[in-house]
C-alpha cells in the first residue's frame, strides 16, 4: 500500500502562481512513477506530469508545458507541482498518484484525496 497526501491548493489570480505537494508513505513508494492529474467540473481526469522517483526522469502534458514544473524531494518523500502563470482554464482539482508507467502514460494504482485549485480571472 502507498499512502498520498497532497497539499498547496488554494485560490490564486490568474498569472500567479502555486506550489502543490505530494507526501508518499508506504511500502516501496519510490519504485514508482509519483504524478499529478486534474478534474475540471463537468470534464474528465486529465494527466498533468509525472517524475520517476528512482532517478527523477519527468515527463509534462503539452497543456502545462513550460509553466508546471514536477520535482521530488527524497529526503522528505515529498513530489511537488511548481505551477506559474496560472490560468483561468487551469481551475480544477489535482490529484496526486502513484503507479506504474506505460511508456509515457502512468498508469494509477494508488490516488490522493485531491487538492483544490481555483484560479480566478
Known amino acids: 500500500q502507498v499512502q498520498l497526501v497532497e497539499s498547496g491548493g488554494g485560490l490564486v489570480q490568474a498569472g500567479g502562481s502555486l506550489r502543490l505537494s505530494c507526501t508518499a508513505s508506504?511500502?516501496?513508494?519510490?519504485?514508482?512513477?509519483i504524478g499529478w492529474f486534474r478534474q475540471a467540473p463537468g470534464k474528465e481526469r486529465e494527466f498533468v506530469a509525472h517524475i520517476i522517483w528512482s532517478i527523477g526522469s519527468t515527463y509534462h502534458a503539452n497543456s502545462v508545458k513550460g509553466r508546471f514544473t514536477i520535482s521530488r524531494d527524497n529526503a522528505k518523500n515529498t513530489v511537488y507541482l511548481q505551477m506559474n502563470s496560472l490560468k483561468p482554464e487551469d481551475t480544477a482539482v489535482y490529484y496526486c498518484?502513484?503507479?506504474?508507467?506505460?511508456?509515457?502514460?502512468?498508469?494509477?494504482?494508488?490516488w490522493g484525496q485531491g487538492t483544490q485549485v481555483t484560479v480566478s480571472s
Open positions: 508506504g511500502r516501496a513508494a519510490s519504485s514508482y512513477a
Open positions: 498518484a502513484a503507479g506504474a508507467l506505460s511508456g509515457v502514460r502512468l498508469r494509477p494504482g494508488y
